[in-house]
């Protein structure tokens, strides 16, 4: 069973970038799409964006600027960049796993409480 | 942009059925998922493809998609599945991720 287990820093000041990974543990990195979601602090959920595994990226047209993905197929982990944060970014970020030929997301991380103050 | 509506709340009895809508123009030509999402944790996927469950999801669980509205539908509420309830599509047009806004499901 995959699991994912994802990192970085929770407290930001604006402007700064978030930088967020995630590792997969337990299944291959290879033939899925790895995706980025956030939960903004009154219930909804935003998909950001997703890599495949061939290095191929999706975004959320309204973040598509400030977003990069990445991934390291060597090191089974992912990552996600997000520059010139403002309050507004201010969210719990989750990683997920989509298999390829499905668009369900079977597999999520634990969550990232990211906080953007000053 | 594609939008899925869904209502902000249903309340249901213990033993009852509960029912969580998700509309959208023509939601009846996508596949449609479902997560449940308890207080703290991350969302679970407990109905995907319309009305497929993965491994480990009780049958209690079951899904419908036709024409404008996609349905999970809970039989034999438990306390347990008080949680928020979230679909998803995949939008063909804009090549990326649609999720409704939530549904906060209350076990009476």
């Known amino acids: 069973q995959v699991q994912l287990q994802q990192w970085g820093a929770g407290l930001l000041k604006p402007s700064e970038t978030l930088s967020l990974t995630c590792g997969v543990f337990g299944g291959s990195f290879s033939g899925h799409y790895w995706t980025w979601i956030r939960q903004p602090p009154v219930r909804g959920l935003e998909w950001i964006g997703e890599?495949?595994?061939?290095?191929?990226?999706k975004h959320n047209p309204s973040l598509k600027s400030r977003v990069t993905i990445s991934g390291d197929t060597s090191k089974n982990h992912f990552s996600l960049r997000l520059t010139s944060v403002t309050a507004a970014d201010t969210a719990v970020y989750y990683c997920?796993?989509?298999?390829?030929?499905?668009?369900?997301?079977?597999?999520w991380g634990q969550g990232t409480l990211v906080t953007v103050s000053s | 942009s594609y939008v899925l509506t869904q209502p902000p709340s249903v309340s249901v009895a213990p033993g009852q059925t509960a029912k969580i809508t998700c509309g959208a123009n023509?939601?009846?030509?996508?596949?449609v998922h479902w997560y449940q999402q308890k207080p703290g944790q991350a969302p679970v996927l407990v109905v995907y493809?319309?009305?497929d469950r993965p491994s480990g999801i009780p049958e209690r669980f079951s899904g419908s998609n036709s024409g404008n509205t996609a349905t999970l539908t809970i039989t034999r509420v438990e306390a347990g599945d008080e949680a928020d309830y979230f679909c998803?599509?995949?939008?063909?047009?804009?090549?990326?991720?649609?999720f409704g806004g939530g549904t906060k499901l209350t076990v009476l």
């Open positions: 998803q599509v995949w939008d063909s047009i804009s090549d990326h991720v649609v």
């Open positions: 493809d319309d009305s």
């Open positions: 890599i495949h595994h061939s290095g191929s990226t």
């Open positions: 023509n939601i009846g030509s996508k596949s």
């Open positions: 997920a796993r989509r298999p390829h030929g499905r668009t369900a997301f079977e597999n």
